[in-house]
């Protein structure tokens, strides 16, 4: 199964903001921080109802060449065993930038979110702004395995916050 059928993500508020609270808690460090998003699919409606946001143990580090997060493999392998207790799966991670949003070459060689049609979504400066959709620059793993970004109209009309 692939999510590329996948016409509209419901976001809870509470997820975001869950969300937003460590990104920014993140960012008050001067770190990035990453988040993901679970929950079930709906194929025949090809909605997907984010359930719960995850907050990985991470390390965050920010060196010379720029800042980085790392979630280590005991920590992805005990992602998935929640996920296959609750039935739920991944379609979204979203993480923090310093200044602007954008997909660096790391993100695209080291995603946490591997299904074709799942979402990569990038907040500009450490996410201390207000939420806003338009501030999210959101990219979708295309099945050749690169990110495409999707344009703000796209956005809108995928993602509905709940």
């Given at each position: 199964?692939?999510?590329?059928?996948?016409?509209?993500?419901?976001?809870?508020?509470?997820?975001?903001?869950?969300?937003?609270?460590?990104?920014?808690?993140?960012?008050?460090?001067?770190?990035?921080?990453?988040?993901?998003?679970?929950g079930t699919y709906?194929?025949?409606?090809?909605?997907?109802?984010?359930?719960?946001?995850?907050?990985?143990?991470?390390?965050?580090?920010?060196?010379?060449?720029g800042l980085l997060?790392?979630?280590?493999?005991?920590?992805?392998?005990?992602?998935?065993?929640?996920?296959?207790?609750?039935?739920?799966?991944?379609?979204?991670?979203?993480?923090?930038?310093?200044?602007?949003?954008?997909?660096?070459?790391?993100?695209?060689?080291?995603?946490?979110?591997?299904?074709?049609?799942?979402?990569?979504?990038?907040?500009?400066?450490?996410?201390?702004?207000?939420f806003s959709l338009?501030?999210?620059?959101?990219?979708?793993?295309?099945?050749?395995?690169?990110?495409?970004?999707?344009?703000?109209?796209?956005?809108?009309?995928?993602?509905?916050?709940?």
């Open positions: 199964m692939n999510f590329q059928d996948i016409k509209r993500i419901k976001f809870p508020m509470v997820c975001i903001e869950t969300a937003y609270d460590h990104i920014r808690q993140a960012g008050s460090q001067r770190l990035e921080g990453v988040v993901l998003f679970a709906d194929p025949v409606e090809k909605v997907f109802h984010v359930l719960e946001t995850i907050v990985p143990k991470q390390v965050s580090v920010n060196i010379d060449q997060y790392a979630v280590d493999g005991d920590e992805l392998h005990r992602i998935n065993v929640h996920l296959h207790a609750t039935k739920q799966t991944l379609v979204a991670q979203l993480h923090s930038h310093p200044s602007k949003a954008y997909h660096s070459s790391t993100d695209d060689a080291f995603p946490i979110i591997t299904k074709v049609g799942g979402f990569s979504i990038v907040v500009p400066n450490f996410g201390m702004e207000e338009d501030k999210w620059v959101v990219y979708r793993l295309n099945a050749n395995g690169f990110w495409e970004e999707v344009g703000l109209t796209k956005v809108t009309d995928i993602i509905e916050v709940i």
